[in-house]
């Protein structure tokens, strides 16, 4: 069983700092992609940031510059450093992971639960 676990959300306001981070557990054997998501009430999931094994990174325009992504392979961790926060960035964050559980197995991709993140005005 595979879990991913954010932690780090809150409430801040405009103009400052939160860290994400999200660990995954369980059976893992190979984590390829990494990644953040969010979504904000009335609007679809959107890309924030993912990061690959290698470290490459794929940043959504409306963050760049203010959000970093990295992660720690060796704790199968990955963190989003949130800076110059907006009111826009309210939303609810969302962990993903590209992994293998398994030599044999395939890719299979997987989300954990959210965290909330509020930037008030």
């Known amino acids: 069983q595979v879990r991913l676990v954010e932690s780090g959300g809150g409430l801040v306001q405009a103009g400052g700092s939160l860290s994400l981070s999200c660990a995954a557990s369980?059976?893992?054997?190979?984590?390829?992609?990494m990644g953040w998501y969010r979504q904000a009430p009335g609007k679809q999931r959107e890309l924030v940031a993912t990061?690959?094994?290698?470290?490459?990174?794929n940043t959504a325009d409306s963050v760049k510059g203010r959000f970093t992504i990295s992660r720690d392979n060796a704790k199968n961790t990955v963190y989003l450093q949130m800076n110059s926060l907006k009111p826009e960035d309210t939303a609810v964050y969302y962990c993903?992971?590209?992994?293998?559980?398994?030599?044999?197995?395939?890719?299979?991709?997987?989300w954990g639960q959210g965290t909330q993140v509020t930037v008030s005005s």
């Open positions: 993903n992971a590209d992994l293998r559980v398994g030599l044999l197995s395939t890719t299979n991709n997987y």
């Open positions: 369980g059976t893992i054997f190979s984590i390829s992609a």
């Open positions: 990061i690959n094994s290698g470290g490459s990174r």
